[in-house]
């Protein structure tokens, strides 16, 4: 029996999950049952990857073994930081050098033999889980604590500095900022990056998640199952590229272009980046967060003109599209605030899409787990559109 072709998979369900909801109707996002506006503003990364990987969140003692586990993972091995060198040293994008960097992480830990956790992973314990699992686990929670480094290590190669040694006291929203710069950062630096890292962490069976449940549903490893992850997330149409939304800002300068830039573009037929969403047909909820973060950032000591600039933008842009495009609701999407405020925390634009990995990283490990206990081989079929009834003739010999 032939199934109906659905081009792109689009409205198929392909597993359950307990991870996240999106309801693109309602512009809802859950996380474990949490809405997304109620976990991401209070959770630090490792509270929002441990509900992920456990589906409740952790006591003090567990939380307190995790950030230890967390911070040892960010010790990159010595192989990893020489491919990063090498990585830097040919030009290789910060997405490159991540998808690279995460495969080397089997040279100092290998896949572990069934039964046996690899490395000394204290918030993991084989209790009531197979081995496999706990095996699994342990890999998460180092792939997870590892992103941070391998995204600020190849940073500072790239610019001709060094890696900074790792600091174990740190959350990883606070080591990724000082492995990055070196400087103690704020706590309104670290609360602004944690809120963004727990928004973006996991969003329902989009592409890159989809292809690393693929990967583990092969039986495979998950740094195998992370770096595929990586490679279609590196894809402009899945990753996006939240720096034009920002970029649209800076060119109009000031409040008074923004309607005839704006305007200008529409008629032009441009895209207003960082507006509409192809799930969301109301507003992404994520903006929403986002956006609250980056008012209490800005307030608290950014750079107030260009908040203020972003508002009046946005307000803009949102009233020409109603006017434009009556018949579609184009709302604010997660690119637009998420520009603005990993540009405010003083983010360069190709550390957009790495960050958001650094987040991203707690949820496909999480769906790799959840994989992992389905243990079923994800095999889809293909319908043949090509041509019929060819023979072999001695002239094709």
């Given at each position: ?152 290590a190849h940073w500072r190669l790239r610019r001709g500095q060094e890696p ?34 727990c928004t973006v962490v996991d969003h329902g069976l989009n592409a890159s ?6 990967v583990t549903s092969t039986g495979s490893d998950l740094v195998s199952a ?172």
């Open positions: 029996m032939t199934s109906a072709l659905v081009s792109g998979l689009d409205s198929v369900v392909a597993a359950t999950t307990r991870l996240s909801h999106v309801d693109g109707e309602r512009g809802e996002l859950l996380i474990a049952g949490f809405p997304v506006e109620e976990l991401a503003p209070h959770a630090t990364l490792e509270q929002a990857a441990y509900l992920l990987w456990h589906g409740e969140l952790p006591d003090a003692a567990a939380l307190a073994a995790l950030r230890t586990d967390l911070a040892v993972a960010r010790e990159l091995p010595p192989a990893t930081v020489a491919l990063l060198r090498a990585a830097a040293e040919s030009g290789a994008t910060p997405m490159d050098a991540l998808r690279m960097g995460v495969a080397s992480l089997s040279l100092a830990t290998p896949p572990a033999s069934p039964g046996e956790t690899p490395r000394a992973v204290s918030s993991v314990t084989p209790a009531h889980r197979p081995a496999a699992e706990t095996a699994a686990l342990a890999a998460a929670v180092q792939l997870t604590g590892a992103f941070p480094a391998l995204v600020a900074l040694p790792n600091r174990p006291e740190l959350s990883p929203a606070a080591a990724f900022l000082w492995l990055l710069e070196g400087e103690e950062p704020t706590p309104e630096r670290v609360r602004a990056l944690g809120t963004y890292l998640t989809f292809a690393a449940r693929v992370v770096t595929a992850a990586v490679g279609a997330l590196k894809g402009p149409l899945h990753g996006g590229a939240p720096g034009p939304a920002l970029d649209t800002v800076f060119e109009i300068g000031t409040a008074e272009r923004a309607e005839p830039v704006l305007r200008a573009k529409l008629e032009r037929g441009e895209r207003l980046m960082g507006f509409g969403h192809r799930v969301y047909r109301v507003r992404d909820p994520r903006a929403d967060v986002l956006g609250a973060a980056a008012e209490r950032f800005y307030r608290e000591g950014g750079d107030a003109s260009l908040y203020s600039l972003a508002r009046h933008v946005e307000a803009t842009a949102l009233r020409l599209l109603r006017e434009k495009k009556p018949d579609r609701r184009l709302d604010t999407n997660v690119e637009f605030y998420t520009a603005l405020l990993l540009h405010g925390l003083g983010l360069p634009t190709d550390l957009f899409t790495p960050t958001f990995a650094i987040g991203r990283v707690a949820g496909w490990t999480a769906h790799c787990l959840e994989q992992l206990r389905e243990g079923r081989l994800i095999r889809p079929q293909a319908e043949y559109v090509g041509p019929r009834g060819r023979r072999w003739t001695a002239a094709n010999g």
